[in-house]
T-cell receptor, first 111, second 114 residues
Framework: SQQGEEDPQALSIQEGENATMNCSYKTSINNLQWYRQNSGRGLVHLILIRSNEREKHSGRLRVTLDTSKKSSSLLITASRAADTASYFCATDSGGYNKLIFGAGTRLAVHP | DAGITQSPRHKVTETGTPVTLRCHQTENHRYMYWYRQDPGHGLRLIHYSYGVKDTDKGEVSDGYSVSRSKTEDFLLTLESATSSQTSVYFC?????????????FGQGTRLTVV
């Protein structure tokens, strides 16, 4: 069973627009992480937010975490064509840094 | 790619044959993982290791076994491959900076069972 579920499944925007992806999960967590995957490649870590944090920034990325609603959002500001990829949320809740992934959001940024 | 090498990168095998995938790291991370990625499912954890000779099952472990005889190597074996095991397999490592830290992924192995 998947812990995290992303919404929307697919998102298509123009360069310069902001992209928002949401993630919901089911159990208590140690942290929640976001990863990016370009087509045919491995996953790249973007940002980690711990259960006692509410918001975190990294460059054009902003992540929020609401543990009461068991949800997180990833905002990419001023999107670029190079941001086209699949984005996954993953939760760490069982020790050993094990991650449980959602099905991902496919983001397409058009020039 | 954080010093993670998966081999082979692509493999086609016949139903019923044994297959071993290898993951090699040069980062000295404590934890290693095998995931499979299928359309509509994201990544699902097959097995993981928390030290040499210490392994445990993940979410989708049936039909798979693993071994870790050295810190740097984590092997995934399909004892008798089935078509349902056609997938992309990713190795990941974590724990280089302790608990509650991110994972680093290999480039993946595309396995086709015919």
């Amino acid at each position: 069973s998947q812990q995290g579920e992303e919404d929307p499944q697919a998102l298509s925007i123009q360069e310069g627009e902001n992209a928002t992806m949401n993630c919901s999960y089911k159990t208590s967590i140690n942290n929640l992480q976001w990863y990016r995957q370009n087509s045919g490649r491995g996953l790249v870590h973007l940002i980690l937010i711990r259960s006692n944090e509410r918001e975190k920034h990294s460059g054009r990325l902003r992540v929020t975490l609401d543990t009461s609603k068991k949800s997180s959002s990833l905002l990419i500001t001023a999107s670029r064509a190079a941001d086209t990829a699949s984005y996954f949320c993953a939760t760490d809740s069982g020790g050993y840094n094990k991650l449980i992934f959602g099905a991902g959001t496919r983001l397409a940024v058009h020039p | 790619d954080a010093g993670i090498t998966q081999s082979p990168r692509h493999k086609v095998t016949e139903t019923g044959t044994p297959v071993t995938l290898r993951c090699h790291q040069t980062e000295n991370h404590r934890y290693m993982y095998w995931y499979r990625q299928d359309p509509g499912h994201g990544l699902r954890l097959i097995h993981y290791s928390y030290g040499v000779k210490d392994t445990d099952k993940g979410e989708v472990s049936d039909g798979y076994s693993v071994s870790r005889s050295k810190t740097e190597d984590f092997l995934l074996t399909l004892e008798s491959a089935t078509s349902s095991q056609t997938s992309v397999y990713f190795c990941a490592i974590s724990g280089g900076k302790g608990e509650n830290t991110e994972a680093f992924f290999g480039q993946g192995t595309r396995l086709t069972v015919v």
